[in-house]
């Protein structure tokens, strides 16, 4: 389960960046400087969101396994 959810993570960041990439903002926010701060508070969001999904899977598992020893 977690080497699906890694995979899966990794697959929407790499397609995420292509897709912030390709956009049109993309001269604007490098001509003021501020690419790198979009980037950052992207790569920020999605490490939060990972951690989140893992700690509930995980979570999950703990009850999950407690209902079947009952």
């Keep these: 389960m977690k080497l699906n959810l890694l995979s899966t993570s990794l697959l929407f960041f790499l397609s995420l960046s ?22 950052g508070v992207v790569v920020i969001l999605f490490i939060v969101l990972l951690f989140f999904l893992i700690r509930l899977d995980r979570k999950i598992g703990k009850l999950e396994k407690q209902m079947k020893n009952e």
């Design 18 to 39: 292509s897709l912030l990439a390709n956009s049109t903002f993309d001269d604007f926010f490098r001509s003021t400087g501020k690419i790198n701060t979009v980037l």
